[in-house]
C-alpha cells in the first residue's frame, strides 16, 4: 500500500464518529479527497457514475486561468521595473512579481479557505472546491498597489456575503469573486480606481520621465472633446499590440486578452466553460462598440469613436467574459438562456466602460447585474420551451 | 418503417459484457417471489403458509383490482411467508417438490383470437399472471384490469448495460413474437414496434412487424423514450408499453395453456465467472444463477447496471428483473486523479482524456468518483437527457415541493433512465429524486 495512504489511514481516526476531532471531519476530508480519489460508492440505482466529479471540474478552471496567473505575475515585476528605471531581464522582473502578486494570492486564499472551513465545520458539510477559483480569480482582478489588509477584507465579503449565507457554492446568485472585488471597489475607492496601477518598489524622485501611471481605460475615459482617445493612448505609450498582448498596467490577471483567449479555449475544448456565453459577450462588445461608432459626433465622447480592436484588447474584457460570465452557478441554468446572458453583458460591460466616467471599466458591474437577471432570462427561456412540449401532467 | 433519432443519447462501453451462448440452470430447493419489488401495487396474499401451489397458481393480487394477479413460479408447498417492516409481505417462500405441475389456462389459437373481443383477450392475459409484463405510462405502472389502451409500445431490443439481446432471445422465434404482437393487437388499435437501427438482422427476420427504427445508444431503446418521440397528442401519454421478451410470453400463455416461467436473463459484470445469458425463472437465488464472485468486494445488482435495484449475494430474481449484475464494488484509491490526463476514464464530456484517445471498454465499479455537492447548474445533464427535460430544475422544483412546476415543464416524460446522474458532477441522486416524487404523485392520483 502507498505509504501516504498508510498514514492517512492513521491520521483518520481522531475525525470519526464519536472520536474527539468528529467536528473537523470536514477539514480532514478536504486534505484526503485531495490527494486521494473518494472511497465512497454509489448508494441510488445508477450504480456506475462518470469520472467527472466537482474537482476535476474547477481543476480545470484552474489550468486555463494557470497562463494569465503566470503571466500576471510577470507583467506585474515588468510594469513595476519599467515605471522604476530597472532592468528587464526576465529573472529580476519574475522574481519583482512573485514578490509582488504573491502574497496578494496567498492572503486570498488563506483567509477565503478560513472561512470556507469555519463555515463547512459548523454545517458539517464536506469542504467545496469551488473556492478554489474563487481564491485565485480574485487576486487576478484586483491591481497590484492594493494593500493586502484589503485583499483579506474583500475576500471575507465576497465568500461570506456573496457565498455563504446563501447555503454555499452552487446556491449563490452572484460571482464571489466579482462581489469581493465590487465590495473594494466601493468601500475603498482611492485604492482601486484605475489612476494608478503600477506597483512602484523605487522612492518617488527615481521614478522615470513621463511616467503617468494612468490605465489605458483612465486615459481614454479622461479624453475630451474634441480629442481623440486612440491618439491620447498611444501618445502615452500603448499601442494595439501591447494591450493585446497584456504588456501594460492593470489589474494583475487580465491585462492580457491573448492568454484569456488561450483559456477561453481550453474552457470550451473540455467544455467546462459554456461557449455560448463567450461567444454572447463577444458579440455584445461588438455591437455595442460599433454602435457606438456609428452614433459619434464632435459632439459626443471621444471614447465612442473608439477602434473596435481597441476596445476589445484593453481592460478586463477577454478576461471577465471568459472566466467571470461564464462562472456556472450564477449564470442562467440554461444553455440558450446562456447566449443570451453573455450578449447582454457585453453590451452592457460597454456601455458602462465608455458613458459612464466614474466607473474605469463595466464588466465586473456588467456581469454582477446580469447575475441578478439570470433567473429571469431563465424563466423566459423556458416558458418558450415548454410551448414546444406535447403537455403531460394529470 | 419510420426512423427516430433519439437525442442526447451515450454509450458506456463497459466491460463484463454477456456472451451470445445460453446457459442452463437448475432449480434449488426453493422459490422466492418477491411482491415489494414490483412497484406501485398493494400485494394481498392469496394463500397461507402450508397451501400447496402448483406452477400457475395465484400467490397474491393487487388489493385494489383482484385482477391483476401474481402466479407462482414453481411447483411445492409454500414454506413461509416473510413480512417486512408495516406488515408488508416481503417474501413468499416456496419449497418445491420434485415434480412439476402446472395449473391449465385456456387455450387459445391464432383463428379463435380472431373471434375474441378485446376484454377477452385482456382476461385471458389476467387468468394467466401476465398482466404484470404491461406497463402503463407516464407512472410505469401496471395498468388497471379494465383500461384500453390508447397504444401499445413494444422494445425488441435493450440499449442499457446489459440486459438480454434480441440476437438471442428472439432467435428461431419470430413465428411466435408474430402471434404474440397479434395479441396485442387485439388489446389496442395501436401497436407500436421499435427496434435499434444497428440491428439489421431484426428487422429483415420481423419484417412489416417493425413500425419504428430508433437510433442512438443508450436509451434510444428505452419505451418511455420511444413513447416520447412517437406521441403526437397528449391522448397518448397514458400509453403502454411491453418488452419484447414478455411479448414471447404472451405467445406461449397463449399457445401452450400454462404459466409460461422460463426467461432469458443475462448473468454479467466482471466479476460474473463467465458474462453470459441464462435461462432462469423468476424466484431463483442469484447463488443458482450465477454462483460466486472472486474473493474481493462486489455488488450484486438486480437489472441494469443504470437502473437496476442492489440485492445480495442471496438476492433473488424479480418479477421484472431481466439481468443479475456481479461488479466491484468501490475501486482502489489513486492518487491526484483529478490533475491526471486520465486515459482510462470513462466520462460523458472531454475533460478527460480518454474521450479523445481511447475506444477500449472501460471497467466497471461502483465507485462514486466524487463527493456529494450541491448542484453547480455545470449543464451537463441537459446534454445527457433523452427527453429533453431540464434534469437540474426538475430536481431543484421537486425538492422545494413545487410539483406544478415540474409537471408544467414535462416531468412526467421523464424516462427513468438515469443517464442524468451518472453524468452528474456534483453526485446528486437526481434518479431517486425524481422515483419518489413520480411515487408520490401515482398514489396522490390513484388512492
Known sequence: MNPLRALFDKLEKPFHKGAPLEKYYPLFEAMESFLFSTRLVTKSKVHVRDNLGTKRFMSMVLFALTPCALFGIYNTGYQSHLASGLSLDLVSVVLTGAQIVLPIVIVSYAVGLFWEFLFCVIRGHEVNEGFLVTGLLYPLILPPTIPLWQVAVGITFGVIVGKEVFGGTGRNFLNPALTARAFLFFTYPASISGEVWTAIITSKDKIVDGFSGATALAIAAATEAPNNAQLAMESAGYNLNDLFIGFVPGSIGETSAALAIVGGLFLIITGVGSWRTMLGGFLGAVSMSLLFNYFATSSTLPFFQLDLLWQLSMGGFAFGIVFMATDPVSSPALESSRFIYGFLIGMLGMIIRVINPAYPEGWMLAILLMNVFAPLIDYVVLQKRKKKRIRNVI | MKKIRVKNTYDLRLTGVPSRTIRESSLGKTLSVLPTSISLIKPKLSVKEGASVKTGTPLFYDKRDENIKFLSPGTGTVKEIVYGPRRCVDEVIIELSGKESFEPFKKISTAGLKKLKQEDVASAIQEGGLWGVFTEHPFRSIPRSTTVAPAIYVTV?????????????????????????????????????????????????????????????????????????????????????IKGQDVLRLAELFKEGKYPVQRLIVVAGDHAKKPSHVLAREGMSVADLAGKAPNEPTRYIAGGVLTGRQITEKGILGFNDYAIHLIREGKETDMLTFFKPGFDKPTFGRTYMSSLFNSSLFKMNTSLNGGYRACVSCGECPKACPTELLPQLLMKELKANDTEEALDQGFLDCAGCGLCTYVCPSKIDLDTVFDDAREKLYWEVEK
Open chain 2, 157 to 241: 431490443d435493450n440499449d442499457e448495460p446489459f440486459l438480454p439481446q434480441s440476437a438471442v432471445y428472439l432467435k428461431d422465434r419470430e413465428e411466435d413474437f408474430k402471434f404474440g404482437l397479434a395479441i396485442l393487437e387485439a388489446l389496442s388499435d395501436k401497436v407500436y414496434v421499435g427496434v435499434s437501427s444497428q440491428n439489421e438482422n431484426i428487422k429483415t427476420a420481423l419484417g412489416a412487424s417493425v413500425t419504428h427504427e430508433l437510433e442512438g445508444h443508450y436509451p434510444a431503446n428505452n419505451a418511455s423514450v420511444f413513447l416520447y418521440y412517437n406521441k403526437e397528442s397528449e391522448s397518448e401519454n397514458k400509453s403502454w408499453s
